[in-house]
């Protein structure tokens, strides 16, 4: 079946009303059967909760709760690099930026203004960039840190779309990542500019960052935006940012420049919070 048939059916489903439904459900503090739900997904995605600051499944009284664990100190140690892997996860492409043209999948790409939701100077910040798109399965912690030193210059949460972001889809739906709903977050480096993009799915509840706390719900429809002072929200490398209530992807952009991605890095490659994913070389 070509990815294009296997993903029809998500054109179909009322995919809004099985986010809000999912998101009641993990927030839901159903004793005993929050418990049972946990033990069944941590046996069927085979989880490492030796990894968890709290390995106790039974002390997490809500699904999110679990979902969004902490890990133990030490956990994920922070590579030498300029620029670190901000999550586990896996890899589902990265490179270069073809003029304004980010690469999805065999046969599809989106732009850089379509990504950051319509900001047509923003997007030309990253012509001849660089990108990558990391996957974040449902056994995979689910908090999102920083490649790099930053403080945030703009939050904008974009409506749109809540297909799957697995890699079927990714390779069956045009434009997926810009089209689904995503919340964007501008940063200056002292390298210059970047963004990271935390992109929804289906049943992913919602999303948050630490200075902020939840941006989904609501789900207004139209495109919200704040604005941050010099100083207000500086954030160190390796450092938390947000995180997802169930799994997704995130994007980041970075402009035109030297820039060495990891030789190790190759698709589907797994990966971990905290490794070297790229050297900003010498020009």
């Known amino acids: 079946m070509s990815d294009r048939l296997a993903v029809l059916p998500q054109y179909l489903l009322p995919k809004q009303a099985m986010t809000a439904l999912a ?7 159903l004793g005993g059967l929050t ?3 946990i033990r069944w997904f941590v046996g069927r995605y085979n989880v490492n909760m030796g990894e968890a600051a709290n390995p106790d499944i039974t002390s ?8 969004t664990r902490a890990l133990k100190d030490g956990a994920r140690p922070l590579a030498d690099a300029d620029l670190i892997c901000p999550v586990d996860g ?20 989106y732009s850089t203004t379509a990504l950051v939701g319509g900001d047509t100077a923003l997007g030309a910040r990253f012509e001849n960039g660089h990108f990558a798109t990391l996957y974040l399965s449902p056994r995979d912690y689910h908090r999102i840190h920083m490649p790099c030193a930053g403080e945030l210059k703009r939050m904008i949460h974009v409506p749109g779309d809540l297909f799957s972001v697995n890699p079927t889809t990714a390779r069956g739906v045009p434009g997926l990542f810009a089209r689904n709903e995503r919340v964007v977050c501008v940063f200056e480096s002292a390298q210059g500019p970047f963004v990271l993009v935390l992109v929804g799915a289906t049943i992913v509840g919602s999303m948050a960052t630490v200075w902020h706390g939840q941006v989904n719900p609501p789900r207004p429809g139209t495109l ?18 947000g995180r997802f209530l169930l799994g997704s992807t995130v994007v980041m952009l970075f402009p035109q420049g030297p820039l060495q991605f990891n ?9 971990q919070l905290g490794e070297a994913m790229a050297q900003r070389a010498a020009g």
Do not use: C
């Open 35 to 37: 418990t049972s739900v």
């Open 224 to 241: 919200r935006q704040w604005d941050y002072a010099p100083g207000q929200v500086s954030l160190q490398k390796g450092e938390e940012m």
């Open 23 to 29: 998101g009641k459900l993990a927030s839901a503090r």
């Open 60 to 67: 997490y009284t809500s699904f999110n709760d679990f979902f």
């Open 90 to 109: 896996a890899i589902s492409q990265f490179g270069p930026i073809a003029k304004d043209q980010v690469f999805q999948a065999k046969g599809h790409s």
């Open 263 to 271: 030789p190790q890095w190759a698709p589907a490659r797994p990966i």
